[in-house]
């Protein structure tokens, strides 16, 4: 099988999230646990932007062993200059470098025509090449950008010397059969596709990130670049986690695999949860609180018959773990298993009598809570005492 590695930018594009600043220290934890996680390469940074940015880049490099370090430049001299420094001490460094390719950006952002970029491209890769080995081009706004320059300008950074094309969906607007086709397009129009590697860059504006990033390596990518509880700008990136459990458990569908530890899914979402003060949503894919929760009675009956029924990814292989909250949608099945776990033996008998009195605490309370259930046994208890005298 293929493997599909990821590239992480949870501290660089994670970074550019509204209230989002991690320490050095935090960087360096954090690239640590990415590198345990099986992540290939982790973006630390944007070196020029600020000094604290160059020393976490660097400190990084220092830090991680096996993982590529990556800084992130425009295609500026000081840009580019500031991650071949920065990235000195990395076993394994890497640049990544890119430049707006869409007519908008092109046009109101930039004001540079197609040929000045390309020039600009020429200048600035083969400068690079110089010093680096390892260059991620990304043409910005792709998924924007007309096919024929974007095949173009690609063409030319590969022929400068990048080892590896990335796709960014910048502003979060394609769908993921448009970015299959994308690939596809290029594939059949860049002369050495497979001589170099392919990424894709999916943000999540319209609630796309996953689909399309996955639709990218059915298509040719073999690296997704995307951050931890898909942080960033506006309303993020694709989430690591999500995308790596969705090739997991469909990994026949894919005929793909990754590297990453998926047991320590829970553990580095909490962690960037907490350094970055941002809570997970209890309903998040794979990592929120309620993600192997069932509440309906059907639902708890058939998972207590056979977990599988109803669910398609173990809480243990992502370091997670299963909850059957009891609430007034639970049936008699979880509730008798909930008391047996409490220590309570009772009958059939006794449960068709306590069904209607837990129903009736649940409408009140939601979910019926462990000192709840004591309760409302002491009651029953009792009262069997009373009725059999
Ligand atoms: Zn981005």
Not at 35 to 44: D, L, Q
Not at 145 to 173: K, R, S, W
Not at 297 to 302: E, F, L
Not at 340 to 357: F, H, N, Q, T, V
Request: glycine letters at 6%; aromatic letters at 8%.
């Amino acid at each position: 099988m293929e493997k599909i590695t990821f590239y992480d930018t949870t501290m660089r594009d994670g970074e550019q999230t509204i209230g989002v600043n991690f320490s050095i220290e935090d960087k360096v934890q954090i690239a640590k646990a990415l590198e345990n996680y099986g992540i290939s390469a982790i973006e630390a940074g944007f070196p020029a932007a600020s000094d604290q940015d160059y020393e976490g880049v660097q400190q990084v490099s220092l830090a991680v062993k096996n993982a590529s370090v990556v800084g992130l430049a425009r295609m500026v001299r000081k840009d580019i200059d500031a991650v071949i420094k920065s990235t000195q001490s990395a076993q394994h460094p890497m640049i990544h470098i890119f430049i707006a390719t869409s007519p908008i950006h092109r046009e109101y952002k930039l004001h540079m025509t197609k040929k000045e970029i390309i020039n600009k491209v020429i200048e600035e890769v083969t400068y690079t090449k110089q010093f680096m080995n390892e260059i991620v081009f990304s043409p910005e706004d792709a998924t924007r950008t007309e096919y024929h320059f974007l095949a173009e300008i690609i063409q030319v950074a590969i022929d400068c010397g990048a080892t590896m094309i990335n796709l960014p969906d910048t502003v979060g607007y394609t769908t993921p059969e448009e970015y299959g086709e994308m690939f596809d397009y290029l594939k059949s129009h860049v002369k050495n596709f497979d001589q170099v590697r392919w990424s894709t860059h999916t943000h999540n504006d319209l609630g796309m990130a996953t689909a399309n990033a996955l639709a990218g390596i059915a298509h040719g990518a073999t690296e997704i670049q995307g951050t931890i509880n898909g942080i960033g700008e506006r309303a993020g990136n694709v989430d690591i986690i999500e995308a790596a459990a969705a090739i997991h458990v469909r990994k026949q569908k894919f005929d793909k695999q990754t590297m990453i530890s998926l047991k320590q899914s829970k553990k580095i979402s909490d962690m960037v949860s907490s350094k970055t003060n941002m809570p997970i949503a209890d309903n998040k894919p794979v990592t929120g609180r309620n993600a192997f929760a069932h509440e309906s009675g059907i639902h708890q009956d058939g998972y207590l018959k056979r977990p599988e029924t109803y669910e398609i990814l173990s809480p243990e292989s992502v370091g997670a773990t299963a909850s059957l909250p009891l609430g007034k949608l639970s049936g008699s099945h979880a509730i008798m298993v909930k008391l047996s776990e409490m220590g309570y033996s009772i009958s059939r008998d006794d449960m068709a009598y306590i069904l209607p009195i837990f129903k009736k605490i649940a409408e009140k309370t939601n979910i019926v809570s462990d000192d709840e259930i004591k309760k409302m046994m002491q009651n029953f208890w009792s009262e069997k005492v009373v009725k059999n005298v």
